[in-house]
């Protein structure tokens, strides 16, 4: 039955004078890949501590699974799965001693299970590897599997992917996929934006808020300001030169074009240009409207944040 994973109402966490979550409000449906976005410091990390139950909030409720965290945080600890953002195996013991202790910590007894997870990952050929020694994105695969053993419908992941290779980063989100198929909730923090398009929604996290909450292709199509993308030369030239344009709220340099968020009440495209080739030496081949990226959405929202604080 579809029901809520999580749900959190009025969270807050300080650390001194480190203001670190605030006022924090949001649900994450059964079934979902809630991913997180946010820079560093947004508070991602103290959020996932929070609801895997080994940080207690100062103020707020969270339910997990359907129950009250601060009230069984034993019970509930055992039925999720959490990955934490450093390195949660044991370096001198083998891929199969490693899964053994998880197995044992979570009280699991599911070898089959076990046996199946290393086939997705494609680790069975590194059973006798000690951890230390496997690549960097086997370690989160194996990680992963260690967080899955006792099969938590609820999977809470801090930056699974971060310093992985790119293959990796794909069979991770492999794997991800698969258990998301047989029905695991995910929680994810992620600080790259092409995973954020993997998953069903996404909240963007900035000083300790949530900015936005929302699929990744609404929050895109929702995006009121124009976007244009230019092919010109020299490119660092007509982005400054964009940049500098009163009509223009953000330009950067994508490849060899310049791409610039525009003010909502707008210019034209052919007013852009002409303005451009007013400027010695700078010479546009191409200009378009395009869709807006997701980076042009959080950018958008971080900056009129800071503009507010
Ligand atoms: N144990 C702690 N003691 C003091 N301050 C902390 C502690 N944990 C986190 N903070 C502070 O709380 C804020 C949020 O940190 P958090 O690690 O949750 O952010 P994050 O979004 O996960 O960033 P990162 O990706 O860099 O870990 C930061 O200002 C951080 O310095």
């Not at 794997?175 to 695991?184: I, K, N, P, Q, W």
């Not at 700078?282 to 378009?288: D, H, L, P, S």
Request: glycine share 8%; hydrophobic share 45%; net charge neutral.
């Amino acid at each position: 039955m579809a029901g809520e994973a999580v749900w959190v109402e009025h969270l807050e966490k300080r650390f001194g004078a480190v203001h670190a979550l605030r006022d924090l409000s949001f649900v994450v449906e059964d079934g979902e890949i809630f991913g997180i976005i946010g820079p560093d410091g947004a508070g991602k990390t103290t959020l996932l501590r929070l609801l895997a139950g080994v940080l207690r909030p100062d103020a707020g409720t969270i339910r997990v699974l359907g129950r009250d965290l601060l009230r069984e945080p034993e019970r509930i600890r055992r039925s999720l799965g959490y990955m934490p953002q450093s390195f949660s195996l044991y370096g001198d013991l083998t891929v199969r001693e490693n899964l053994s202790f998880f197995a044992t910590m979570y009280g699991s007894r599911d070898p089959e299970w076990i046996r199946r997870m290393l086939g997705f990952a494609r680790l069975e050929p590194f059973l006798d590897r000690r951890a230390a020694q496997l690549s960097g994105g086997m370690q989160k695969k194996l990680a992963l599997i260690g967080a899955m053993v006792h099969r938590p419908r609820l999977l809470l992941l801090d930056e699974p992917t971060t310093g992985v290779d790119p293959l990796s980063r794909r069979e991770l989100w492999d794997l991800l996929s698969e258990f998301h198929m047989r029905g695991v909730t995910i929680v994810v923090t992620t600080p790259y934006l092409d995973e954020a398009e993997r998953c069903t929604r996404v909240a963007l996290m900035h000083q300790g808020r949530m900015l936005a909450v929302d699929m990744p292709g609404r929050l895109r199509s929702s995006f009121r300001h124009p976007v244009i993308e230019i092919l010109a030369q020299p490119v660092l030239r007509a982005q400054a030169a964009l940049a500098a344009h009163p009509a223009v709220l953000e330009a950067v340099v994508l490849g060899d074009r310049v791409r610039a968020v525009v003010r909502e009440d707008g210019v034209a495209l052919s007013e852009l240009v002409a303005a451009l080739r007013a400027l010695p030496g700078i010479e546009v081949q191409e200009a378009r409207w395009v869709p807006p990226r997701l980076e042009e959405v959080f950018a958008y929202l971080m900056r009129r944040e800071g503009g507010r604080g």
